[in-house]
């Protein structure tokens, strides 16, 4: 069929996780059953908003590709009901590895209306084969480039099985980010700016290396700008820089943040704790408005790190990095994983007296979660340490440090259960949320209620964990 006669609408969709930072479903599950509805639903909203949601970028590029007579728009299931009695010529929807299955069910309820269906993203550019059946067309990597060809090609009526970005798209072309499709009111803030893309590090538990690539890949310093400028217009809320790690390249980011001082704006990002022996760049970070970043700590055990190819931050300078951080006004967000093959019961004590020595704002102890598709994966397969069996994905979701899905190297289940939930209870209690809080060299009640929220989670991760140390338990 020829579409060209009439406008034409596409639906992007963005699924919740049903558990993990956007699964306020499972998150607020707990409260439903002890409170009152009124104190259920206050509840409900101080957990949404301390989720700090924020509107997914992939759909925001996606929805400003504009072809004449063809419509976009996001529906973001963390707040709309799926408007699936609306007509639609076309649905987009965002795979990510967490959230197939929910994905794939959103898939063939429109299909079953007779609804094309693209399928896209992250999940869907390591693994398409697992994907073909449940869409009409898939979309292989970055679609950047190729999202104006098919809805050039839904207008002509000839719409593909597949496109494949063969290459990574090159940012420094890239066409301006709109936010017409979003309802700015409902986030935490609209303002989420992508600098670089790629990973120049390997670390075997992330994908990240394997969907952008190894090289660095940079958008001109001046469209940064202007976009934080244009952005600034419409939301003079703080700014999320996206990248994996915002100081990879640090000349283009101090010759980029130095730039975006006079902009006055408040920004937050991920970095590696080498900025905290960059005195230059930490003072640009700092001067440019960076009020917080989150740090990939993993392990304070360099086998640990080494086991896992982590080899950019060696334990020794990490106290002394994060320190310097702190003293420059930025918070820091210490994300730990336990559990790696290099981590002993000896851990839980290190990591809190890091956490105390380092003062960190916000710690976030995770669990391994084996991705499918990543290094870590397909080495725990074949040492036959997963739980699961290993075509299973939907059983590897990310869920929230809720279940254990892989055998530690150095101690057994019935040792490490206790210990991570030990260490859990100790570090994420109201004291230390306020504590740090007002410890806190900015950004104060943004940490307490990270901090306040991780009380809450941790505490779901701990009964899930103690259930399943008990079926483990029976049947052994
Ligand atoms: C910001 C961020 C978040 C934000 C926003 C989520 C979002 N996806 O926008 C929040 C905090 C909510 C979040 C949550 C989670 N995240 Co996150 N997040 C990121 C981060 C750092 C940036 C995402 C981003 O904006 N990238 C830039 C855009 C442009 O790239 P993109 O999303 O890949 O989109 C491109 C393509 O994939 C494709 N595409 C994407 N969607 C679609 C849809 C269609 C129809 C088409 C055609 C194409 C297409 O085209 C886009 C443009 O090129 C990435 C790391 C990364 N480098 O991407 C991790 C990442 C996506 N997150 C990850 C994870 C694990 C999670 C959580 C499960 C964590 C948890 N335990 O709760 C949840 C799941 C949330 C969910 N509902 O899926 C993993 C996903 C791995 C995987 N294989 O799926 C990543 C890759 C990090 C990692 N180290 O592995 N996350
Ligand atoms: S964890 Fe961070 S540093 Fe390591 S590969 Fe992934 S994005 Fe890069």
């Not at 670089?196 to 992330?206: A, H, I, L, M, V």
């Not at 990240?208 to 934080?228: A, Q, S, T």
């Not at 980011?253 to 991920?270: C, M, N, T, Y």
């Not at 892989?406 to 230390?432: A, C, D, N």
Request: hydrophobic share 40%.
């Amino acid at each position: 069929m020829n579409n060209t006669d009439r406008a034409l609408s596409v639906l992007l969709v963005f699924v919740q996780a049903s558990s993990g930072v956007d699964g306020t479903a499972s998150l607020d599950g707990n409260f439903k059953k002890g409170f009152s509805l009124l104190k259920d639903q206050v509840m409900s909203a101080v957990i949404k908003r301390a989720q700090f949601a924020i509107p997914p970028l992939s759909l925001m590029i996606l929805s400003s590709v504009e072809v004449s007579g063809v419509t976009q728009e996001i529906c973001d299931l963390r707040f709309d009901r799926l408007p699936i009695e609306k007509r639609w010529d076309m649905v987009g929807i965002s795979v990510q590895t967490g959230a197939v299955r929910q994905a794939f069910e959103i898939a063939s309820m429109f299909r079953s209306r007779g609804v094309p269906v693209v399928l896209g993203g992250p999940y869907v550019s390591i693994f398409p084969e697992r994907c073909r059946e449940h869409a009409d067309v898939l979309v292989i990597g970055e679609a950047d480039d190729v999202w104006k060809e098919v809805l050039e090609d839904l207008r002509r009526g000839s719409l593909r099985a597949e496109y494949l970005q063969g290459d990574f798209p090159d940012l420094s072309a890239s066409p301006p980010v709109s936010k017409s499709a979003l309802d700015i009111g409902r986030y935490f803030t609209t303002n989420v700016v992508q600098t670089t893309r790629g990973c120049p590090y390997s670390c075997d538990f992330c994908n990240v290396h394997i969907m952008n690539g190894h090289k660095l890949r940079h958008r001109p310093v001046r469209e940064v700008v202007r976009e934080v400028e244009r952005f600034l217009r419409e939301d003079k809320r703080i700014f999320f820089f996206l990248d994996d790690t915002v100081n990879a390249d640090e000349h283009y980011a101090e010759e980029l943040f130095s730039q975006l001082v006079p902009l006055k704006i408040r920004w937050v990002g991920q970095a590696t704790t080498l900025l905290g022996e960059h005195p230059r760049l930490l003072d640009s970070f700092a001067r440019s408005g960076c009020g917080a970043l989150l740090v990939g700590i993993e392990s304070l055990a360099d086998e640990s790190n080494r086991a896992h190819h982590k080899f950019h931050n060696p334990a020794e300078r990490q106290v002394r990095c994060i320190k310097a951080i702190r003293s420059a006004g930025i918070c820091v967000y210490g994300s730990f994983i336990f559990g790696l093959d290099g981590d002993t019961l000896s851990m839980p004590e290190r990591i809190e007296s890091f956490i105390e020595e380092t003062g960190i704002d916000v710690p976030g102890i995770n669990l391994l979660r084996p991705i499918p598709g990543t290094g870590v994966f397909t080495r725990l397969a074949s040492e036959g340490r997963l739980m699961h069996p290993s075509d299973d994905h939907d059983a590897f979701r990310f869920s929230w440090g809720q279940e254990m899905l892989y055998l530690p190297k150095q101690m057994s289940l019935e040792e490490f259960i206790p210990s991570y939930t030990g260490l859990t209870s100790r570090v994420f209690t109201p004291h230390h949320a306020l504590e740090r809080a007002l410890r806190a060299p900015t950004l104060r009640s943004a940490v307490l209620m990270f901090n306040m929220l991780y009380v809450h989670m941790y505490g779901l991760s701990r009964r899930d964990l103690r259930r399943q140390l008990g079926e483990i338990s029976s049947v052994s």
